[in-house]
């Protein structure tokens, strides 16, 4: 099983909410990442976990809160987000953030829309 | 500055041609290239992976090839499908997994 998970799909929240985004991975993976892209422009990093301690913060605002319980779960936590944080968020992991050759395994994203 | 160009922005083909996407890049330190493709609204899934010793690997009809030396890379498509329409991605890592610079993408559309 080479899949990512990702809920919901679709979001759209207003600027007074608290949300969550969720992904998941079954590959015994222990490096997850958040991304933002925005249309027609690459990814961007947001956080990396290796062994299910934040080990990178791309300088992301405190309105975005990453979280991840166990090997398995990441989740991004979302308060008080301005309109121009609409974007994709994409979920990856790896065998591990460190040397080697390997994939970065994406998620179908969720496309989130603050109003 | 570790930067990924990539060319072209957009290319329009007919079902069954073949085309050739470029890739050029200051990334430094080198450690390898990636190509992804990503389809509108949804995550990149991995074609190819190589290193510095590597001049050429192939994933079906998709087969990259790398310059280390001019720090140029190829992707190419032999007899497109529909389903080719994507955005292709290069993708240079600088060492660890997380250090990835990404292209811009050139967006492919086949036409029947």
């Known amino acids: 099983d080479t899949e990512v998970t990702q809920t919901p799909k679709h979001l759209v929240m207003g600027m007074t909410n608290k949300k969550s985004l969720k992904c998941e991975q079954h590959?015994?993976?222990?490096?997850m990442y958040w991304y933002k892209q925005k249309a027609k422009k690459p990814p961007e990093l947001m956080f990396v976990?290796?062994?299910?301690?934040?080990?990178i913060n791309e300088s992301v605002p405190s309105r975005f809160s990453p979280e991840c319980p166990n090997s398995s779960l990441l989740n991004l936590h979302l308060h008080a987000l301005q309109p121009e944080d609409s974007a994709l968020y994409l979920c990856?992991?790896?065998?591990?953030?460190?040397?080697?050759?390997?994939?970065?395994?994406f998620g179908p994203g969720t496309r989130l829309t603050v109003t | 500055k570790n930067q990924v160009e990539q060319s072209p922005q957009s290319l329009i083909i007919l079902e069954g041609k073949n085309c050739t996407l470029q890739?050029?890049?200051?990334?430094?330190?080198?450690?390898?290239l990636r190509w992804y493709k990503q389809d509108t609204g949804r995550g990149p899934v991995s074609l190819t992976i190589?290193?510095?010793?590597?001049n050429t690997k192939s994933n079906g009809r998709y087969t990259a090839t790398l310059d280390a030396d001019t720090k140029q890379s190829s992707l190419h498509i032999t007899a497109s499908q529909l389903s080719d329409s994507a955005s292709y991605i290069c993708?240079?890592?600088?060492?660890?997994?997380?250090?990835?610079?990404f292209g811009k993408g050139t967006l492919l559309t086949v036409n029947p």
């Open positions: 976990y290796s062994y299910e301690k934040l080990s």
């Open positions: 590959m015994g993976h222990r490096a």
């Open positions: 993708v240079v890592s600088r060492g660890s997994n997380y250090k990835l610079t």
């Open positions: 890739c050029n890049y200051t990334v430094s330190p080198f450690s390898n």
């Open positions: 190589m290193t510095f010793s590597e």
């Open positions: 990856a992991s790896s065998q591990t953030p460190g040397e080697g050759l390997y994939e970065q395994y």
